[in-house]
């Protein structure tokens, strides 16, 4: 298996090496084409012919070399920006529709304006997708001067406009927008009654940043609209409660890898006793049972300052990845509510859900998709497989000559959390900045408690404190700086040595430049690449380092401290082959990772293919391709939408239980399939039964005023938010065979032995 790893290896680099080669090539085209001596009504003639040029036919890889000179030309003027030869290479990558893998600190917001300009010459639109919208307004601003002086528009999209501005914005030839915010402005046109209302255009061009936490991290995390909130009752506490008098072991037992928690025999039968509800297996106590599982899962599973914060009564939920507050994102099937009765609060009313769509489907409605990051070899197999994305490998502009160091692995948190406040004192003493990387909220509040209590002054950045976080990024490269981050530090922001002081940057340089330090490894070997990424930048110097113990939740959980049984001890383990366990640990993590990702590909594909049959029909409608009196075109959209919100409703009902069916030995995803099947083939009937019945009541009436008289209308108001997946992810091992074995026990044994109420 090595061996063909290997060799795999070897044919993908050669790959790369043939691609790049290309693109050098054609990048000393670019430079040949000098525009230099040319003045501005010069330039501005040639970017008007691009135009026509492109708008009347020709492929735009004829034009590339003089788009690019172009652009090469006028961010020199307009920004003072010379574009390095492998920015020009990526912009050529891009365009080829490829994922450029460009280190952190190589200018990939200026690699993305060449290609940007180049497909909007077709005047089609293209969308730039950022990672939140202080990024998108900051790129708009920014490269704005270049696209505006060669005669073309550009926007950005802010979460809050109007729809009006969201138009203008959309309208114009380049637009920056989040992912989120993009897919949420489409989910509002899939239910809009007049065209008019609507604020996209049709799709084209897409070049996605921060490309690896959006195309695989986010990539299947649901984006849902909602009608008007309803009332519903609140009996959270009651089983908060419940929860709370349940033991591990006990009555309840976690799958091998502490990712879900399920009741056992005794666990059922004590909650049945507080519930005072007999069998909880019985079909009509379902719900009672789906709502002691949420609540069981939100008491053992989710951890506060870790997984969630609480902040001005609210419950924020953190993102994984990042450490940042996850803006706008619930947890689904009632653990929001779990998780609100859990911390003594009110949950949100829930609301109708109109229409659902994952980022991965809606980047899908992109023709043309490319993207860029720091960090993408790794996961290079997940691009190709589920974007057809292949990924190339973009040299810096400076040698890289960051020292990554190995793992200090010890063997319990203590000794490792010793370890840490000795090296950062130390470093500190220096003057050296450093940047160290926590796990959570929680984690970076007790390193910076146990560094105060050394006289180390820190800077702390996490979910508790993240509108400072440009300003402490700004600072982090001073000297003497200290800063303890929950893995957010420098998305979309570099960390500059001497903080942008040249004077300050040449003492830092000579004291061996940005120091990085990871206390703890993660899941995904990209997320410990992003960290090390902060350092090093431009041919910077730098170091990397990660502390690991034994003890830590990752290699707990597949057992590193029984396999390897080392005394306890203050000092590092010395053993070389720790590290590359730790390695295979990740590489095994990140393979389950993409095959939760392929399974839960599998419920929601149909689901999408579905959808956009409906929404075809839709959109005919709407865009009056099918001759229609307004009436009939009222009408049948209403319904259109009514039923698919059925639809989903349905969809959801059986996704909740479908694991069920492997008990009776059958495929859930099968089984998944044929049930909404046959729910989606009636549904064209219902709509064509009740637009008949509904136009028959309006007698042909176009009044707009009999429409709503008879309910014809849009949700007085709406609200979009972000499903995060992580209980449908886990749920997969929720049924395991001590599971299976107490189900059928306890059907089958009760009604013999008179159960029903111990």
């Known amino acids: 298996m090595n061996v063909a ?103 990939k917001t200026l690699s993305a304006v060449m290609p940007a300009y180049l497909n909007a010459l077709t005047g089609e639109g293209v969308h730039v997708l950022t990672f939140n919208d202080y990024l998108a307004n900051r790129d708009a601003e920014w490269m704005g001067p270049i696209y505006r002086f060669l005669g073309l528009t550009v926007n950005s999209v802010q979460a809050g406009m109007s729809a009006s501005d969201k138009q203008k914005a959309y309208a114009a030839d380049i637009t920056y927008v989040t992912a989120k915010e993009a897919g949420f402005d489409f989910l509002r046109d899939t239910i809009a009654l007049s065209e008019a209302d609507t604020v996209h255009r049709p799709f084209h061009y897409v070049i996605v940043d921060e490309a690896d936490s959006l195309l695989l991290d986010e990539a299947r995390v649901p984006l849902v609209i909602t009608g008007d909130s309803v009332s519903s009752r609140n009996d959270g506490a009651r089983f908060a409660d419940v929860a709370r008098q349940l033991e591990q072991d006990e009555h309840y037992d976690f799958d091998e890898f502490q990712r879900n928690v399920y009741l056992n025999e005794a666990g059922s039968a004590k909650a049945e006793s507080l519930l005072g509800c007999g069998n909880l297996y019985d079909s009509h106590n379902s719900h009672l049972l789906t709502s002691l599982n949420c609540a069981l899962h939100v008491e053992t599973l989710l951890k506060k300052d870790v997984d969630y914060i609480v902040r001005n009564g609210k419950i924020e ?41 994952t980022l991965q489907h809606f980047l899908s409605l992109y023709p043309k998709i490319c993207g860029m990051t720091a960090t993408a070899h790794v996961s290079e197999m997940e691009f190709e497989e589920i974007y057809a994305l292949q990924v190339v490998q973009i040299p810096p502009n400076r040698p890289n000559i960051r020292i990554d160091h190995p793992h200090r692995i010890y063997t319990h948190k203590e000794a490792k959390l010793k370890a840490l406040v000795q090296e950062i004192s130390s470093v500190h003493r220096m003057g050296r900045p450093i940047l160290i990387g926590t796990s959570s909220v929680e984690e970076s509040d007790m390193l910076a408690e146990a560094l105060a209590a050394t006289g180390v002054p820190c800077h702390v950045l996490n979910a508790k404190n993240d509108a400072k976080e440009a300003e402490i990024i700004a600072k982090a490269g001073e000297i003497g700086a200290v800063t303890v981050s929950t893995n957010m530090a420098g998305r979309g922001v570099d960390i500059r040595l001497g903080g942008g002081n040249p004077l300050q940057a040449e003492v830092v340089a000579k004291l061996g430049g940005l120091y990085v330090i990871g206390t703890h490894v993660n899941e995904s070997m990209r997320i410990d690449d992003q960290l090390r990424g902060r350092s090093g930048r431009q041919g910077d110097p730098g170091d990397s380092v990660f502390f690991v113990s034994l003890e830590d939740e990752l290699l707990l959980r597949f057992g590193m401290s029984k ?118 083939e009636q549904i064209r009937d219902k709509i064509n039964k009740s637009s008949a019945d509904m136009l028959e009541k309006l007698e042909g009436s176009n009044d707009p005023a009999k429409w709503e008289e008879f309910g014809l209308k849009s949700p007085a108001s709406t609200r979009t938010y972000i499903i995060n997946d992580q209980y449908l992810e886990n749920r997969r091992s929720s049924w395991t065979p001590m599971t299976v074995f107490a189900f059928w026990i306890r059907k089958i044994a009760r009604p013999i032995f008179g159960w029903s109420k111990i």
């Open 5 to 107: 790893f290997k060799y795999m290896k070897k044919f993908k680099n050669l790959d790369n090496q043939h691609k790049l080669k290309g693109y050098r090539n054609k990048m000393l085209l670019v430079r040949k084409r000098n525009l230099e001596a040319w003045d501005e009504k010069q330039l501005l003639a040639e970017s008007l012919r691009l135009q026509r040029e492109a708008k009347s036919g020709t492929p735009l890889d004829e034009l590339l070399v003089d788009a690019y000179a172009l652009v090469c030309e006028t961010a020199k003027r307009k920004l003072g920006l010379q574009p390095y030869d492998v920015q020009i290479m990526a912009a050529i990558a891009l365009h080829e529709r490829l994922l450029i893998e460009q280190h952190t600190g190589e200018g």
């Open 317 to 357: 939920l953190i993102e994984e990845y990042t450490g940042r507050v996850a803006e706008n994102r619930y947890l689904p099937d009632g653990l929001q509510a779990a998780l609100a009765a859990k911390e003594g609060l009110q949950p949100l009313a829930d609301g109708r859900i109109l229409g659902m769509i």
């Open 563 to 680: 396999a390897i049984r080392a005394p306890r001890q203050d000092e590092a383990l010395e053993d070389p082959v720790l590290s590359r366990q730790i390695v295979h640990v990740q590489r095994v993590i990140m393979g389950q990772n993409f095959h939760i990702r392929q399974e839960l590909n599998g419920y929601s594909d149909m689901v999408e293919d579905q959808r956009r049959i409906l929404h075809e029909e839709r959109l005919g409608i709407l865009k009056g391709e099918t001759p229609m009196s307004p009436s009939e075109q009222r009408v049948r959209l209403f319904y259109i939408d009514k039923f698919w919100a059925d639809h989903l409703s349905y969809i959801s009902y059986i996704r909740e239980g479908i694991h069920l069916e492997s008990l009776a030995s059958y495929n859930p995803i099968d089984e998944f399939h044929v049930q909404i099947t046959q729910a989606y």
